[in-house]
């Protein structure tokens, strides 16, 4: 079994920073691509960014220039770096991971989420 642990979210100023951070665990060989996605109330999920082992990184259009994506292989996790957040960047993030574990099964596992939330 596989745990995604996601940290950093909270209430933060139209200008203002946060960082997030998601800690994989449990059985694990290897990660392939990880990434953040965010909901909104009434929207559908969208990417947010996403990196792969190799550190290419894919960010959403809306987040280009302001957020960035970073991963540390060895403690499994990825992190988010968000700068002149808007209030529009309210939303729940989700932390995603592609997982393969044994016998070459890759696996994709979901954050439970958090909240971030951005005042004007």
């Known amino acids: 079994q596989v745990q995604l642990v996601e940290s950093g979210g909270g209430l933060v100023q139209a200008g203002g920073s946060l960082r997030l951070s998601c800690a994989a665990s449990?059985?694990?060989?290897?990660?392939?691509?990880m990434g953040w996605y965010r909901q909104a109330p009434g929207k559908q999920r969208e990417l947010v960014a996403k990196i792969n082992s190799g550190g290419t990184t894919q960010y959403g259009d809306s987040v280009k220039g302001r957020f960035i994506i970073s991963r540390d292989n060895a403690k499994n996790t990825v992190y988010l770096q968000m700068d002149s957040l808007k209030p529009e960047d309210t939303a729940v993030y989700y932390c995603?991971?592609?997982?393969?574990?044994?016998?070459?099964?890759?696996?994709?596992?979901w954050g439970q989420g958090t909240q971030v939330t951005v005042s004007s």
């Open positions: 449990g059985s694990i060989f290897r990660i392939n691509t």
């Open positions: 995603n991971a592609a997982i393969i574990q044994a016998m070459d099964i890759m696996i994709n596992y």
